[in-house]
């Protein structure tokens, strides 16, 4: 049991030697590499952001334009229109029950 934790230390000390000497010289060329990636996925979340504010703005506008819309019809139909009847007036009188 002391053998594999001593030989497991040893290999994470070697392995972060390793990483201070090759992190100045790995770190840039990474870094080179990926920026062109970085570039082109800030690209295309800007473009979806922009023609998700331009598709919010569009349907802002076409749910102004229908209240509006109701806004209207109702301000003018009690005036034109005739009284409704009441509800119960189309429902069938309730049969009698015959004994």
Do not use: C, N, Q
């Amino acid at each position: 049991m002391a053998e594999s934790w001593k030989g497991t230390a040893a290999a994470l000390l070697v392995g972060g030697i390793a990483g201070i000497f090759l992190a100045p010289v790995v770190m840039p060329a990474v870094a080179r590499a990926a920026r062109p990636t970085a570039k082109a996925l800030i690209k295309a979340g800007l473009a979806l952001y922009r023609r998700g504010v331009e598709t919010g703005v569009a349907m802002r506008e076409v749910v102004e334009d229908t209240a509006a819309e109701i806004a209207a019809e109702a301000a003018v139909a009690p005036a034109s229109a005739p009284a409704a009847a009441p509800a119960e007036a189309d429902e069938a009188p309730p049969r009698r029950a015959v004994h």
